[in-house]
């Protein structure tokens, strides 16, 4: 992924890890291992906002819808 900004580089790596992070809880969850909630942090704000507020935002309406599962 070639991102335009730092927030978005951000952004996609989160996405990322918490799509990676919903696997691995059900593939030890399938090995009968017990799973506790998981959290994902972040330093920095804007992927926080953006994360958090589902709302559109102009300055970032290209990056991929893809990369919005982060909000669910």
């Not at 059900?26 to 506790?36: A, D, W, Y």
């Not at 953006?50 to 970032?60: E, G, P, Y």
């Not at 309406?61 to 990369?67: A, E, G």
Request: hydrophobic fraction near 40%.
């Amino acid at each position: 992924v070639v991102a335009m900004s730092t927030t978005e580089a951000e952004y996609v790596a989160a996405t990322e890890a918490s799509k990676e992070m919903i696997w691995m809880s059900r593939f030890m969850e399938e090995l009968g291992k017990e799973q506790e909630d998981y959290r994902l942090y972040s330093d920095s704000q804007s992927v926080i906002h953006l994360a958090k507020n589902s709302t559109f935002h102009s300055r970032m309406k290209h990056i991929q819808l893809r990369y919005h599962f982060i909000q669910q």
